[in-house]
């Protein structure tokens, strides 16, 4: 074998291990934490047994070969049926064509990027698969089954071919099928008649359009851009506004359960209006209530049906499991409207609002509306220690009380249980903000 093609080969494999060891050091790191927290041999025998273990489980071989496996419990594609309806059982669909068409859609793009649909558990080998090396994917490398990524994988060739056969299996999809809880059209014909059209969630579209909104709102040449508009200077490239977004969430507090795409924008999802202009009067930030609980929360008519059916299950006579999760998801869907709050306050007025001297919300509902920039490094900080979460859960925990005791006329309450299960569920969801606030 020439010396070059040898030297690839032997940093192809490095580049292999070295993720395969990326995907292991946190596991080893949370054992070594829990190591000094032990005192007992016996305790601290079993802890290395388990990292042991876990080192010989991401060895290049044995992770190699499990991943293969798992490959086929993930689907690559640029439209998932998971954002129809988290139970669709509808196919996911890899568009990759061309059209000589002037209509706007998934084919337009320049470079699609596809997502991943299937088991959560298994991405991690997407991840591997969409690594790049030498300008081309690992998934690429299999497809055309280069000799590198062969001798890369294994020093047995059968055994490489073997796995790659294993991990193609992210892109075959079974004869295609629709679900009844998919969306159906009518489309009508000349002749009379009609298709049943089953559309399909453009995930790679939406993830194309949401980071183009994004670099273009945080961006350090936009932010350079604003700067220089604010001091009456001029700038070099500008910078674009998309006004009157909004947002729309997938997957509550578990995003990957939708997508692998879904859970890297932490499940938000940009809408770009599609609307006549018409004239708007300038909408004012509620400085002046003392809380978002205040701000017509209970108005919003996911929250009002949510309530209605939490009641109705709340005194239910039959206070089995399954009526006790229905009462949870209810109660996780009303908190994750705390997070849509988030985003329409964030479409409707510029950062920093919360700092007029005016304004009567609490510290840590300014953090929530209103979170700060790096720049402001103390409230950032702040923000990012999380504490605010805490206690805006409990305000909604409270606001939710009272709505259940008004609801009955003071005829049945809920206790310091309820209080609690309800502020730990709304305190989970608002966790997600931090990290998607960190990702843009």
Not at 161 to 186: A, R
Not at 367 to 381: A, G, K, V
Not at 392 to 401: E, G, P, R, T, Y
Request: some cysteine.
């Amino acid at each position: 074998m020439p010396q070059k093609e040898d030297e690839v080969i032997r940093t192809l494999r490095e580049f292999i291990e070295w993720f395969i060891g990326e995907r292991l050091k946190p596991k080893l790191e949370e054992i070594e934490k829990q190591m000094k927290k032990e005192s007992t041999p016996e305790a601290l025998q079993k802890l290395e047994e388990k990292a042991e273990k876990l080192k010989d489980e991401y060895s290049r071989e044995k992770w190699l070969a499990s991943a293969a496996k798992r490959a086929s419990q993930i689907k690559v594609a640029t439209h998932i049926p998971k954002f129809t309806h988290s139970s669709a059982k509808a196919s996911p669909v890899y568009y990759s064509d061309k059209p000589d068409t002037a209509y706007i859609g998934t084919h337009t793009l320049r470079d699609i990027q596809p997502d991943v649909s299937g088991n959560a558990a298994a991405l991690d080998v997407f991840s591997f698969l969409r690594q790049e090396y030498e300008g081309k994917t690992i998934l690429l490398h299999m497809e055309e089954r280069t000799p590198e990524i062969i001798a890369a994988l294994s020093d047995n060739k059968e055994e490489a071919n073997e796995w790659i056969d294993g991990f193609l299996t992210v892109k075959e999809i079974s004869s295609p099928s629709s679900h009844t809880l998919m969306k159906q059209v009518f489309f009508p014909l000349e002749d009379g008649t009609y298709h049943l059209l089953s559309p399909v969630f453009p995930s790679s579209m939406f993830h194309y359009v949401h980071e183009q909104v994004r670099t273009a709102r945080y961006s350090e040449e936009t932010k350079a851009a604003k700067e220089a508009r604010k001091k009456g200077l001029p700038h070099e490239s500008g910078y674009i506004e998309f006004p009157h977004t909004s947002v729309v969430a997938y997957g509550g507090t578990k995003p990957q359960n939708v997508s692998q795409l879904n859970s890297v924008r932490g499940g938000s999802n940009v809408l770009l209006p599609s609307l006549p202009p018409k004239w708007d009067s300038k909408k004012a930030a509620p400085i002046h209530n003392a809380s978002a609980f205040t701000y017509q929360f209970r108005q919003r008519t996911y929250v009002k049906e949510s309530l209605s059916q939490l009641n109705r299950l709340l005194w239910h006579e039959n206070n089995n499991i399954d009526i006790r999760l229905e009462r949870e998801e209810l109660i996780r869907n009303i908190a994750d409207e705390l997070i849509t709050i988030f985003y329409e306050m964030a479409s409707l007025f510029e950062s920093g609002w919360s700092k007029d001297p005016k304004c009567r919300l609490n510290s840590a509902e300014k953090l929530w509306l209103d979170p700060p920039s790096e720049e402001d490094t103390e409230r950032f900080q702040l923000y990012k220690d999380g504490y605010w979460c805490r206690e805006v859960a409990k305000s909604f925990a409270k606001w939710l009380n009272k709505e259940i005791y008004k609801i009955h006329k003071g005829k049945k309450e809920v206790g310091e249980n309820e209080f609690r299960e309800w502020k730990n569920i709304a305190e989970e969801v608002l966790k997600e903000l931090i990290e998607e606030h960190s990702y843009a």
